[in-house]
């Protein structure tokens, strides 16, 4: 199902209009969930870090062992072009693809050289600076790579944050802080995540539970080029309690304040929140001036 509205599909070759069928019943994609894909955006008629997110759904086809068959170029060609047939201005989320086909004798294993690839561009606005979110704890966690493809984005691992998100829908908020194995905080349900204190930034260290994503690195390295403090490291829910700020980083928005986790509030909008609203202003003038 389309989250957004003005759809289209590059699928074998060519672009076409509207929410294409790309995907057979027989399909491994279909029955065994080998799916990646990356998400990227344009805003303002930019589209920031598009070929690190193209490279990196690469990295995840060859994670399920899918073979990729578009070299990073070619997938930026090929979604230049399909954003060509929209306005400029239109806000675009851009979604390349890859599944498996095949598998091998006992239909478990994807067979090399047999993988589907598409693009979907889905008209989506942006949220505005002003639009926060809610987090609430949720008894469901972060996998690690033993027991799941952690290192990809796959199709795979979003039943797991659709349970989250509907925990915590339940209880009243918008999305949930999720711990790792460990029991520590590891994202969001959605986004990775970020917390100020004193000023100073932090965000949990990667460690094989959650995709550091590309935006996020882009805050760092922004935050750092202007001097400012980031510490990855450990974090608990406790320090988020105690935190003076929260925002999630994730590519869909780019930054999401957040006014509350579980009882305790924070402050957005007006004077309060004043490091969210630098990492995005910081962000998109980097857009700008990098395009």
């Known amino acids: 199902m389309a989250t957004g509205s003005n759809i289209s599909t590059y699928f074998e070759g060519q672009w076409q209009r509207g929410d294409a069928m790309i995907m057979r019943a027989a399909d491994h994609g279909s029955w065994l969930g080998t799916t990646v894909f990356d998400g990227a955006r344009r805003f303002d008629g930019l589209t920031p870090d598009l070929e690190a997110h193209c490279a990196r759904v690469n990295r995840s086809a060859e994670a399920l062992m899918i073979t990729p068959t578009k070299s990073t170029a070619e997938m930026v060609e090929i979604i230049r072009e399909g954003l060509s047939h929209y306005p400029k201005e239109a806000p675009i989320y851009i979604r390349p693809m890859y599944w498996a086909i095949e598998g091998d004798e006992l239909g478990i294993v994807p067979r090399p050289n047999a993988t589907g690839f598409a693009v979907s561009l889905e008209e989506i606005p942006m949220a505005p600076p002003e639009a926060a979110t809610t987090l609430t704890r ?27 998100l509907a925990e915590a829908r339940a209880k009243g908020f918008g999305n949930a802080l999720v711990a790792d194995a460990m029991g520590n905080v590891a994202e969001s349900a959605s986004a990775n995540v970020f917390m100020v204190r004193d ?22 390295a922004n935050l750092r080029g202007a001097g400012m403090k980031v510490h990855e490291c450990v974090l608990s829910f406790e320090d988020f309690h105690a935190a003076d700020e929260v925002f999630l980083s994730g590519n869909m928005m780019k930054v999401t304040p957040v006014a509350a986790f579980d009882e305790t509030r924070y402050a957005v909008g007006g004077n309060g929140n004043p490091v969210t609203r630098r990492v995005r202003e910081m962000y998109w003038d980097w857009a700008h001036s990098d395009h």
């Open 138 to 164: 949720t008894r469901f966690r972060r996998p690690v790579l033993e027991d799941n493809v952690v290192n990809a984005k796959a199709g795979c691992l979003y039943p797991n944050n659709a349970r989250m």
């Open 199 to 220: 000023g100073e930034l932090f965000t949990p260290i990667p460690n094989g539970t959650f995709l550091a994503g590309i935006t996020r690195a882009r805050h760092m």
